[in-house]
């Protein structure tokens, strides 16, 4: 592993288990994040992003089993840790903000109650004094307006914008390897979404943090990341820088959803991607997207695309891409 | 007083005119200012935009033109009749030519009636034919949306979150309406679904000649489906122009910081976004709206007069309206945004 790497994830599998089977969602996902950089997975609903990262902090719910696979954090294996070493991975490696601040905020204690909270998981030797300054701090750098009387709302007194931007500062209160964001402004006005994202980078460029960043959307994963993967029915199709991605998308998944999208400058809208996506109790064999897909060949339903690298760290899980190419995982 | 009510021009489907509603809250004589003043017209065969972000007033707006409240204040004109007053004194023959399709189709179809008594339920109501010419028009109206018309069988639940939104719209033509108010129909559905349907409801419009009042609060689907955009914010539309107008030259500070906001994905469309107004401040609550201009709080361009005075809609341009002090006369400072 290179020294610049903090996350590499190899052959994540990880099933469900429910009543009457077994749904196998996540195929072998291959990610890598290096220190400071921001990285976007991107993907539509039930995909599997929030599974992918739910199983970096280990907090997967309890019908879920991971057959397979290595998550290396800072050169551990996090699957392997158990007690302290995850503690530690929780409270000073990896902070994480959700979809909805106003289920991950405390009805009943102060935001100040709250954040001080995090930091005394984070450094539990200190004083109440410190933890208090270290969360006003936190406030401010989140360019929160009066911090102080912040500290004594309750998340209802807080509009949605500002419990997200609450929960931002909560997050990155105390130094953090990586912070994983997961759709954190899908709730959101636009207005207010503009605002939050250039928060949440500001603070990571500031500190030097790895960001993850989850979204729905390839335009914000465009505004706010250095490298794409776009997923699709529990694997990863097509990995690049994002400049590269937006340029040059290859896979078929990837240009059919850009497609999709409504944009600025007119054009009207196209017919969009056909079908759906596949029933994870039984998924079709081969390429998960073959289904789907309009180029689709006869080896698309048999075997797996690897993902072949089409040159400049892109890579691609698609076999139109395997001639020439040499498959990289 | 129904005394000054002009004659629509023969193209006029639907007027707006001053429209409010308000809500009471607990605290007596404190009201919710959902819609506040709101004035438009809608032209057969045309499709209005109504964009803004949550809480503006454009569910309100809706439900009021369809008579599920009774407005505050204002009129509604349809085929220049008033049809102001509640939906219990609405003609049923009025009810069949205005339809809704909601944002959610999953709490919008009843989960223990099939698709084909779904479908079925306006056509009973407004007493359609008889029984077998309304089994026909069911499928016609399945084979109409593109969907396999043994979907009549099948409950809500059995069929896909796309599916069931063109379900939804499938019901709202079952009477074969006029205009069809369209409530945010694709926000709650993937981008690569949300294609889909606005294919289908574009088609739609144009072989059975429907005006739609489109609205949501995305206006990069608005620049390719609306053919005129008005802008709310706390309950008043801000600017209101033709949609390659109001993309090309956006007025109201408003506009310019909504567009952007927006994420785009390429470089085409960063150049068409304003790069001068940057997102602050909130959006404050239709409860306790600010004095003159309800946008001025988080207006980069505010002047004294803005926090005083309202601004009243001005025609800056033909066809092109905002509600804008800095584009009026009167009003110290530049006057120019541009
Ligand atoms: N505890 C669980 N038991 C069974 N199935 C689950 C469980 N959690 C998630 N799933 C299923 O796994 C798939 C992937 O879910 P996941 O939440 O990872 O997707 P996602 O990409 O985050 O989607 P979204 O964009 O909607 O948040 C979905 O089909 C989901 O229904
Ligand atoms: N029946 C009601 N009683 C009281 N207040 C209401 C009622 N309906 C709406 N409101 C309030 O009126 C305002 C406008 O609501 P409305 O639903 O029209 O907004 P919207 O623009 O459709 O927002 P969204 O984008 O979230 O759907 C909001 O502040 C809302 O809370
Ligand atoms: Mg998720
Ligand atoms: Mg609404």
């Known amino acids: 592993m290179e020294d610049s790497t903090l996350v590499e994830i190899k052959n994540l599998t990880v099933w469900y288990r429910v009543y009457g089977g077994l749904l196998r969602v996540l195929d072998g996902v291959n990610l890598s994040v290096a220190r400071g950089q921001k990285v976007g997975i991107v993907g539509e609903t039930g995909c599997g992003k929030t599974t992918t990262v739910k199983a970096i902090l280990r907090i997967l719910p309890k019908n879920a089993v991971v057959p397979e696979g290595t998550i290396m954090f800072q050169g551990r294996n996090v699957l392997k840790m158990r007690g302290r070493e995850l503690q530690e991975l929780r409270g000073q490696g990896i902070a994480m903000v959700f979809q909805d601040p106003t289920a991950a905020l405390n009805p009943v204690f102060t935001i100040g109650q709250q954040i001080m909270e995090v930091i005394k998981y984070a450094r539990p030797g200190g004083k109440a004094k410190e933890w208090r300054e270290m969360a006003v701090r936190a406030l401010k750098e989140a360019a929160l307006p009066d911090p102080e009387r912040l500290m004594e709302n309750y998340p209802f007194q807080l509009s949605g914008g500002m419990r997200q931007r609450v929960c931002i500062a909560m997050a990155l209160a105390t130094a953090r390897t990586l912070l994983i964001a997961d759709e954190p402004t899908t709730n959101l006005d636009v207005t207010i979404q503009d605002q939050v994202l250039r928060l949440v980078r500001r603070l990571v460029e500031e500190k030097g943090t790895s960001l993850i960043l989850i979204t729905h959307s390839l335009g914000v994963a465009r505004e706010m990341t250095d490298l794409v993967y776009v997923m699709y029915a529990g694997t990863m199709v097509e990995v690049a820088q994002t400049d590269e991605l937006f340029d040059n998308p290859l896979h078929p998944y990837t240009l059919g959803l850009l497609q999709s999208i409504p944009k600025l400058t007119g054009g009207g809208v196209t017919q969009g991607i056909a079908g759906r996506i596949p029933d994870y109790a039984n998924p079709p064999p081969g390429c998960r997207f073959a289904p789907r897909c309009d180029q689709a060949m006869p080896i698309c339903s048999e075997r797996k695309p690897a993902l072949f690298d089409a040159g400049g760290g892109h890579q691609v899980a698609c076999w139109r891409f395997a001639a020439g190419g040499e498959a990289v995982a | ?338």
């Open chain 2, 1 to 338: 007083m129904r005394l000054g009510v002009k004659r629509l021009p023969d193209d006029g489907l639907l007027e707006v005119r001053d429209l409010k509603k308000y809500f009471p809250t607990k605290r007596k004589g404190v009201f919710v200012r959902a819609v506040d003043g709101v004035s438009f017209r809608l032209k057969r065969g045309e499709v209005l935009g109504l964009v803004g972000e949550s809480g503006s007033g454009k569910s309100t707006t809706a439900y009021t033109i369809l008579g599920v409240y009774e407005p505050t204040a204002g009129q509604i004109l349809f085929k220049g009749q008033d049809i102001s007053t509640g939906l219990a004194r609405r003609p049923l023959a009025l009810k069949k030519e205005i339809q809704i399709v909601f944002q959610d189709p999953g709490t919008s179809l009843n989960p223990s009636r099939t698709i084909g008594q779904i479908l079925g339920v306006p056509l009973a109501v407004h007493r359609i034919g008889t029984r077998a010419e309304r089994q026909q028009r069911i499928a016609e109206l399945l084979r109409l949306v593109e969907l396999p018309v043994d979907f009549m069988y099948k409950y809500p639940r059995a069929i896909g979150g796309g599916e069931r939104q063109m379900v939804a719209i499938a019901r709202a033509l079952a009477t074969n309406p006029s205009l069809v108010v369209l409530d945010e129909p694709t926000s709650a559905l993937d981008v690569s679904v949300q294609a889909k349907i606005i294919n289908m409801l574009m088609k739609l419009q144009r072989e059975l000649h429907l005006t739609y009042l489109f609205i949501s609060h995305d206006l990069s689907l608005m620049r390719n489906v609306a053919t005129r955009v008005a802008v709310m914010y706390l309950g008043k539309i801000c600017e209101e122009a033709s949609t390659p107008e109001l993309f090309a030259n956006p007025l109201h500070p408003y506009t310019q910081m909504l567009l952007s906001s927006i994420p785009v994905v390429s470089k085409a469309e960063e150049a068409t976004k304003p790069k001068r107004i940057r997102s602050t401040g909130e959006i404050p609550s239709p409860v306790d709206v600010p004095p003159g201009c309800g946008f001025h709080p988080r207006c980069p361009f505010r002047t004294e007069a803005c926090s005083r005075e309202e601004p009243a809609m001005r025609e800056v341009e033909e066809g092109h309206f905002v509600r804008c002090h800095l584009l009026g006369a009167g009003v110290p400072g530049d006057g120019q945004i541009h």
